[in-house]
């Protein structure tokens, strides 16, 4: 089985800006800005064998706040500036369904439809919902520092992007190469 990578959308593969302790994200394709880190960071990652999967609550489609198609149209750009394998989006606003994060359900969903092994799977974000999402899962969680970490479970925490990637790339390696491969 493989192993992935999830990867949060806002605040790590698109920049974001801050009012007070609250995370602006983008509502139009003209706001939404590629990390410019990203590509390279992402590049090693699938080097190493990950897939790549981008698993985003975006409650802004029915909270009236952007439509679905300019949602895609961000995604679109996302697709083809990163070497992403797909994208996984819960635009529910209820935190009880099961694909909204804390809820494991995207990472489930991932893990269905692409055959993976989500104990050898890893969960980069800046916000706490995925950590704990993370940990139901079996995943583990390697949060950037930000307001949003929160005080919930948390496998590791890093100062960026560049960090987090050294710090899967070192489990990957060390610990978990040494696993047998399931069937």
């Known amino acids: 089985m493989k192993a992935a990578v999830f990867l949060e959308r806002d605040g790590i593969l698109n920049l974001c800006d801050q009012s007070g302790?609250?995370?602006?994200?983008?509502?139009?394709?003209?706001?939404?800005?590629?990390?410019?880190a990203a590509h390279a960071l992402l590049s090693q990652l699938k080097q190493a064998g990950f897939v790549l999967i981008v698993a985003t609550?975006?409650?802004g489609v029915?909270?009236?706040?952007f439509s679905r198609s300019e949602l895609d149209?961000?995604?679109?750009?996302?697709?083809?500036?990163?070497?992403?394998?797909?994208?996984?989006i819960c635009v529910d606003d209820d935190p009880s369904h099961p694909c909204c994060k804390p809820n494991p359900g995207l990472f489930l969903e991932a893990g269905f439809k692409w055959g993976l092994d989500l104990d050898r799977s890893f969960v980069i974000s800046d916000k706490w919902p995925d950590a704990k999402a993370a940990h139901v899962a079996g995943?583990?969680?390697?949060?950037?520092?930000?307001?949003?970490?929160?005080?919930?479970h948390h496998d590791f925490v890093v100062n960026d992007l560049p960090s987090a990637v050294a710090k899967i790339l070192h489990l990957h390696a060390n610990l978990f190469s040494s696993l047998p491969a399931a069937a």
């Open 21 to 36: 302790r609250h995370q602006v994200v983008p509502r139009r394709l003209e706001e939404f800005r590629v990390n410019p």
């Open 62 to 65: 029915v909270r009236g706040h």
């Open 73 to 88: 149209r961000m995604h679109a750009l996302l697709r083809r500036q990163l070497p992403l394998d797909d994208i996984l």
């Open 57 to 59: 609550n975006q409650p």
């Open 139 to 152: 995943c583990t969680s390697v949060m950037v520092q930000s307001p949003w970490v929160g005080n919930d």
